[in-house]
């Protein structure tokens, strides 16, 4: 069994002040596996950040439904979302949506002081994982203390604090340098291969690349896939330019 | 570009920003319409006629208001120009130059000051008016008391803040003058620091709240009470601010560092939030902590005036009728005689209109003051003088006596005393070449109650009281003779009608003589309670405006500090925060803008207590029971109003982070 499903998954929005209905979700279907590291592309305004917000529980579909261990997502009463986002997801955003008022540690610690942690177990969990994102000398700091990177390095080390079933994030390195980007993938490809699933949302093909599956989205609805396979990092690269390309002359939903 | 330019852009930034103008206007108006109107007291016609010590009173008053509402129109205005920093950093970094941002910032200043000072004088006008007559209309004094102001009020009003709003002015400019704008663009995000040499200033809060208490404590007499006391009160709220600052600063950062307590969610976001503006959090609770003293001290003291209207009434008046018959142009026989016959005439008048007296005091005395030195007693003129004498009264044995139901014989050279500071170690005491061996009198003159020290002394005979007025008179010359007078009080039975009938005719019977002067309590209740009405009057005038401006200032705390925190739980709800946690983290600020200030402010009012109990003499209060009753009612109905007031506005937080 899957580990997020997705089933003919639908998003309307209502302006407003009209009438007027945007479709921004047709019909998405795919699945997730335990352990997978899939990549979401497609242009601007295909509705990538909705599906993203709808498996985070952030918004609500329209139609359709996401399982995540096979229990669908719409079941979860509204007391019970926070919980489930808290400890089921980890989030990671383009603007980092870190806050001032904490330190570095205590914004990583953040989703665990909402579960109340014992102190201890926080502490035993921080450690090992600002180690690994090399950001250990900073955990007194405030976030505008840091650079983007660390920035980023900091949201990613708070959605891995809640040991989540699924890691979501929306164009991480959206707002860093190429350095800083290839920095971060490299970590979360590391994060990975210890067993996290992850879902991101991209524009760039060489953060998509680390990942194992790409996922094309236009129109609202998924029309194109590609595996990693055996293939090394510039080869798959190379493969999810090609589509881009190909798929965004061919134009239409022909697939 | 000219200023029509600058304006039209003013005036579309406030716009723009209404979320922070809309609550920085409100506050602003109120604090300065607070001003108007206690400055409007000053000039009012019951202030200025009551008493001599009011007029002082409200100017001391209007001043505090004045430094307070200084205080907290840059508290405002440092929450805004904070909140704006990002956009005026962008104007930098879009090529304005510094002077045309100051041009536009000059602009807004200017409209905002207009607006606030316009409005205020416009709702002071309106809401002194109203409340005036509403007062007025609940508590139906005898004679009603109005509400009036003059231009030159106004006019200083206006310029007084149009000065405080220049200096916020300079203070804006010179944040922006000074700091680069990438700098400004961060602006928003850095986290307030603790400020420099925070142990020193708490060092400093102590000495000065120690000061201003050790000035209440220290009171000796009501007439400097009232001098010192503005001292003590400024110094009070300049220990308040700074105890606030260093030490909420100091008691958020133990509470960080206690990992039990602070990685919970309600205390995490709450402690973390406070810390991250410091200094403003505790301006904003010193200012309601200042104004929560204020509210309690009116409505307590005016309140205990009034209750005590009864118990002052008596103190000055002994008896419902007092008649004092002055002994200046009499011989001793003639006083004697008088002395006696009136008492008799009394009784037969009472009887006229079928009333019958049933209760009498009578004494002769003599008045004079000096001080002991030793066991001399050094005669000195009464007032004015600058200590202050004992005052002296020497009583006949005979009427002692009679008046306190004793048999008590004393042979020639003995004395009977009483002093309102308690007993005397001296064994006796020597006035000019006489010797009284002292004992002292069992019996309570009640000169606790009197604005000055107090000492009775009590003598076997009438000559020996002429002798006491010679040697007074030797020593000396040149002071009014000191005569033996003569007090007869009484009371009847019959209704508060006949009783003010009979004091009719009692004034007109001491009318007929010089040396006869009547007062009845009963025409005077009328004009005490209407006198002390106006009291309550003005208590529950300050009370309310006071309240209002609690109101105000927790609101305009609650709504910023919810625009500032928006963004933090918008983005700690992605993260998985409820709305239950929410509400605890509110619930957690509870014992911190609750109680805190309250309880400060109950401490500032207890140690106000000695020097306000000083002052309330000069009024006329003296009962312990009275004061402590209304302090008790004050403060648990202050305490459930502001109760209300926090629901109320932490509702408006919530709706605002939600
Ligand atoms: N709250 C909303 N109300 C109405 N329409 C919306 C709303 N949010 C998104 N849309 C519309 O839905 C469509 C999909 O938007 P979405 O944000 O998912 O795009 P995206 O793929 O994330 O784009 P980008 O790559 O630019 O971030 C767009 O046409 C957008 O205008
Ligand atoms: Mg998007």
């Known amino acids: 069994m899957a580990l997020l499903e997705i089933k003919n998954l639908k998003k309307v929005y209502t302006a407003r002040f009209s009438n007027q209905q945007t479709e921004a979700l047709s019909t998405v279907n795919f699945s997730v596996e335990k352990g997978e590291f899939v990549s979401i592309m497609g242009e601007s305004g295909s509705g990538k950040t909705t599906l993203l917000n709808i498996i985070s529980t952030l918004d609500e579909a329209t139609g359709g439904e996401v399982y995540l261990d096979g229990k669908p997502l719409s ?170 390309t190909v798929l965004s002359s061919r134009g239409g939903k022909d697939e | 570009m000219n200023n029509r330019f600058f304006t039209s852009l003013a005036v579309r930034n ?123 209309y609940l508590l139906r004094l005898p004679t009603d008391i109005n509400y009036s102001t003059s231009p030159m009020t106004a006019l200083i009003t206006a310029g007084l803040f149009a000065g405080v709003f220049a200096i916020t002015y300079l203070y804006n400019v010179s944040q922006f003058t000074f700091a680069n704008p990438i700098k400004l663009l961060k602006g928003k995000k850095e986290g307030e620091k603790e400020p420099k040499g925070s142990i020193l200033l708490f060092i400093l809060s102590l000495v000065l709240l120690g000061w201003g208490y050790g000035i209440s404590l220290t009171i000796a007499d009501p007439l400097s009470a009232i001098s010192k006391f503005f001292l003590a009160v400024l110094l009070v709220i300049m220990g308040t601010y700074l105890l606030f600052i260093t030490g909420s600063i100091y008691i958020l950062k133990a509470l960080k560092k206690n990992k039990r307590i602070y990685y919970r969610p309600g205390p995490f976001i709450s402690i973390s939030g406070m810390l991250y503006r410091m200094k403003q959090n505790a301006v904003g609770l010193a200012n309601i902590c200042i104004l929560a003293s204020m509210v309690i001290i009116a409505v307590s003291t005016t309140v205990t005036i009034f209750v005590g209207t009864e118990e002052t009434l008596e103190n000055r008046f002994p008896k419902e009728n007092n008649m004092t018959l002055n002994g200046t142009d009499l011989s001793q026989e003639e006083l004697n005689t008088q002395f006696v016959g009136l008492q008799g005439k009394f009784h037969e008048e009472a009887q006229k209109i079928e009333l019958k007296v049933t209760d009498m005091e009578s004494y002769r005395y003599l008045t004079v003051f000096g001080n002991l030195e030793g066991n001399r007693l050094v005669f000195e003129e009464g007032f004015p003088a600058a200590n202050v004498p004992l005052y002296i009264q020497v009583l006949l044995l005979e009427d002692f006596n009679e008046m306190a139901g004793k048999q008590i014989e ?73 005569s033996i007078d003569a007090f007869i009080g009484w009371n009847t039975d019959g209704t508060n009608a006949q009783k003010k009938a009979l004091g009719k005719q009692m004034k007109q019977l001491s009318s007929a003589s010089e040396s006869l002067s009547f007062e009845s309590r009963e ?84 140690f106000a207590y000695p020097i306000v109990r000083k002052m309330l003499t000069v009024f006329g209060v003296t009962s312990e029971i009275t004061w402590l009753l209304s302090f008790t009612g004050v403060v648990i109905a202050f305490g459930a109003i502001y109760w209300m007031i926090y629901r109320i506005t932490s509702r408006v937080y919530y709706s605002i982070v939600k």
């Open chain 2, 14 to 136: 406030i716009k723009s920003n209404q979320q922070l103008y809309v609550p920085y206007l409100l506050s602003s108006t109120a604090i300065i319409t607070m001003f108007y109107l206690m400055s409007s007291l000053l000039t009012n016609k019951f202030v200025q006629e009551r008493s001599s010590v009011l007029p002082t009173l409200f100017a001391m008053g209007t001043i505090v208001i004045g430094i307070f509402s200084f205080i907290f129109i840059l508290y405002i205005n440092s929450f805004l120009i904070k909140r704006r920093k990002k956009e005026i950093g962008l104007y930098g970094i879009l090529g304005l130059e510094k002077k045309h941002v100051a041009k536009i910032l000059f602009f807004e200043t200017l409209i905002t000051t207009f607006v606030s000072i316009a409005g205020a004088l416009i709702v002071g006008q309106v809401f002194g008016r109203l409340f005036f007559m509403l007062l007025n």
């Open chain 1, 75 to 244: 079941n979860i009463k509204d007391k019970e979302i926070s919980a489930f986002r808290r400890n089921t997801l980890g989030f990671v955003f383009q603007d980092f949506n870190l806050l001032d008022n904490f330190t570095i540690k205590d914004n990583i610690l953040l989703p665990l002081v909402l579960s109340k942690t014992p102190v201890a177990e926080m502490e035993e969990r921080l450690i090992p994982i600002v180690r690994k994102l090399g950001i250990e000398a900073h955990i007194n700091k405030y976030p505008y203390e840091v650079s983007g990177g660390q920035k980023q390095r900091v949201a990613v080390a708070r959605a891995l604090i809640t040991q989540p079933k699924i890691i979501l994030a929306d164009e991480p390195t959206g707002a860093l340098d190429s350095k800083a980007s290839q920095n971060l993938m490299e970590i979360l490809k590391g994060i990975n291969e210890t067993g996290q699933t992850i879902l991101m949302v991209t524009h760039s093909t060489r953060a998509a690349s680390f990942s194992s599956r790409v996922l094309f989205i236009r129109d609202g609805s998924v029309y194109h896939e590609i595996y990693r396979g055996e293939q090394t990092s510039d080869e798959f690269m190379e493969r999810i330019s090609q589509s881009l």
């Open chain 2, 523 to 606: 025409a005077f209740r009328e004009e005490w309670y209407s006198m002390n009405g106006g009291f309550l009057f003005l208590g529950i005038f300050l009370g309310l405006l006071f309240t209002i401006g609690t109101v105000l200032i927790t609101y305009f705390k609650q709504v910023s500090e919810g625009f500032d925190d928006r963004e933090k739980f918008q983005i700690m709800q992605k993260v998985g925060l409820d709305k239950d946690m929410i509400h605890e983290s509110t619930r957690s600020q509870i014992v911190w803008m609750f109680l805190l200030p309250i309880v400060t402010a109950t401490i500032h009012v207890i």
């Open chain 2, 410 to 482: 004393l042979s020639n050279g003995e004395a009977l005393y009483y002093h309102s500071k308690g007993a005397l170690n001296q064994q006796n005491i020597v006035i000019g070449d006489q010797e009284f061996k002292l004992k002292e009198a069992d019996y309570d003159f009640g000169g606790e109650a009197a604005i000055v020290t107090t000492m009775v002394l009590i003598v076997p005979e009438l000559s020996q009281i002429e002798m006491i007025s010679e040697i007074y008179q030797q020593e000396l010359p040149q002071a009014n003779p000191a």
